[in-house]
């Protein structure tokens, strides 16, 4: 892979051009094409530069990631020297005791409460950053707590990277299946069972068990909580957190500062489904327009007018209808957008 950014196309043709040659060649032609202005403008560039994502990257031996879209949720380091693509989270930490949190089952149950749907997963797939990550209240830890967590976190990375680099047939989403059916108590094929062996699933559970009796225990809590008491609990932490930055106390990721870091901005979250019945449909054209564009902005991906519809109460086919209405005016303003997998809302500038 070959970054050009920020080189301007004059030093990239003088200066590479064989790597110039190839762009002319296999991506000019697409960019021309392509809807984004900045991205027919700078077409030797990647997509998005993100230049706060280097930022914040600058310095760090290795960050964290996880896939915006996947069947396991799981969180591991990346060496610096990988640049991330489009279809990774990226939290620009080093910080192996903030990889166990995101790891542990308290975040799970967050991510699963607040994550978004896609069709070919049965159950919530994507991992929506600002909900997911920017809202979730992670605990304070003393030092004990710190050690402990980096010590589990590097030894869980540590291994999946191990028996992964060993066994080149292993993956992933190979192991977290096994993971998956061996919680959920079922049987085992003979070639998950052959995985189980090869890619020491038992230890990687173990070292997942460790770290969520830390990570709950961080929070002072006892481990008798299941999934939906341990999330309204992090929504009762998130209230009072928002309180607390309000009044000015800002706890930093880490403790490293934004000039060094990733400030953590702390969303609102709407009251869980328990609590509150969802709304009715605005009746007013412009206050129901206002609220999809919200929606699709939080969503962060191409979402289904079905999709939108079942925020409200009642819904039906009507609403439906009302709401394809709607977003095809936001088409027409460039709010919105409509791709095969959904409607979404492009982002303003580079």
Excluded at 126 to 138: I, L, Q
Excluded at 266 to 282: G, S, W
Aim: proline content about 8%; aromatic content about 8%; overall charge positive.
């Amino acid at each position: 892979m070959v970054d050009l950014w920020p080189q301007p196309e004059a030093a990239v043709r003088r200066n590479r051009p064989r790597v110039y040659q190839h762009l002319m060649q296999h991506v000019k032609p697409e960019r021309d094409r392509n809807n984004r202005d900045a991205y027919r403008r700078r077409w030797w560039w990647f997509g998005e530069p993100r230049p706060e994502l280097r930022q914040a990257l600058r310095g760090l031996p290795r960050y964290i990631v996880t896939v915006e879209t996947a069947k396991h949720r799981w969180f591991r380091f990346l060496d610096a020297e990988i640049a991330p693509d489009n279809k990774l989270i990226v939290v620009a930490s080093a910080d192996a005791a903030l990889l166990a949190m995101l790891n542990s089952r308290p975040h799970l149950a967050w991510f699963l409460r607040h994550a978004g749907r896609i069709g070919v997963y049965a159950d919530e797939a994507v991992y929506v950053k600002s909900v997911c990550f920017d809202a979730f209240p992670f605990p304070d830890l003393d030092d004990d707590q710190r050690r402990g967590l980096v010590e589990a976190g590097e030894e869980l990375d540590g291994l999946r990277a191990r028996v992964l680099a060993a066994d080149p047939a292993l993956t992933m989403t190979g192991l977290y299946n096994v993971i998956s059916d061996l919680r959920r108590g079922r049987p085992l094929t003979a070639e998950q069972t052959d995985i189980r062996s090869r890619g020491c699933v038992d230890v990687l559970m173990s070292l997942h068990d460790r770290i969520d009796a830390l990570t709950i225990a961080a929070y002072g809590w006892g481990p008798e909580l299941g999934d939906a008491a341990l999330v309204r609990k992090l929504h009762e932490l998130h209230a009072r957190r928002r309180s607390e930055e309000t009044a000015g106390q800002v706890r930093w990721l880490d403790g490293r500062r934004p000039a060094q870091g990733v400030q953590r901005v702390r969303p609102p979250l709407l009251p869980l489904a328990a609590d509150q019945p969802a709304p009715p449909p605005p009746a007013q054209p412009e206050i129901l327009a206002s609220v999809l564009l919200s929606e699709l902005r939080q969503a962060g991906r191409p979402v289904q007018p079905a999709s939108l519809a079942r925020r409200f109460q009642p819904g039906g086919p009507r609403l439906v209808e009302r709401i394809e209405d709607t977003l095809a005016i936001l088409a027409a303003a460039g709010a919105a957008a409509r791709t095969d997998a959904g409607w979404f809302a492009p982002r303003r500038g580079l």
